[in-house]
């Protein structure tokens, strides 16, 4: 009975011995585990590293070393979103001379773009369309072939748009857009 008392002593022992040991056993695995867990956190960082690596190569080679591919002209500034105009397109062809000694026929054909929501510049603009063909006949009158050449159309247009807005009351002409400009010699 000894023995019995003594099992039964040891297997109370064994019970509480074998929850500090099972501490001991997870905590010892967990020790175990450790050096393995870290080894595959670095590889995964690793692998991480390269892969970007790799990445930033080969796009700085496909991209030329890092320079933009898309090449934007000095002659072109970036516009943006068009504003939209109301066009007036009402002008009739207009048929004038140059102020040179010898003269160019001129034939200008033109639509004025004006602000989209202004209902008092088409009023404006219909009711004085007379005066506007005989300014613009005049205009061009005064112009010498030179200043009518397509290299020059562009300070022609911002030239007539700003002695078009001086001559009207309320409607403001944004934009112009020639329909026809052509000069010939006489």
């Known amino acids: 009975m000894a023995n019995n008392a003594d099992e039964k ?12 040991g099972s501490k001991k056993k997870k905590s010892s695995v967990l020790i175990m585990l450790l050096p393995n867990l870290l080894k595959f956190v670095a590889i995964g960082l690793g692998l991480l590293i390269l892969i970007v690596t790799i990445s930033v190569v080969t796009f700085n080679i496909l991209n030329k070393g890092g320079t933009s591919q898309t090449v934007v002209s000095d002659d072109e500034a970036y516009v943006g979103t068009r504003p939209q105009y109301s066009m007036f397109s009402a002008l009739p062809v207009i048929r004038s001379t140059t102020k040179d000694p ?23 603009l219909t009711s004085r369309l007379v005066e506007l063909q005989d300014f613009i006949r005049n205009y061009f009158s005064s112009k010498y072939n030179a200043d009518l050449q397509p290299d020059k159309e562009e300070q022609l247009k911002q030239d007539l748009i700003e ?24």
């Not at 200008?108 to 773009?113: C, D, I, S, T």
């Not at 078009?164 to 006489?186: D, G, P």
């Open 9 to 20: 002593i040891d297997l109370g022992n064994d019970e509480e011995g074998s929850d500090a």
């Open 102 to 124: 010898s003269p160019y026929s001129v034939v200008v054909e033109l639509v004025l773009g004006y602000d989209l929501n202004n209902a008092t510049a088409a009023t404006e």
């Open 163 to 186: 002695k078009l807005n001086r001559r009207l009351n309320t409607a403001k002409v944004r934009a112009i857009f020639f329909k026809q400009l052509s000069t010939m010699e006489m």
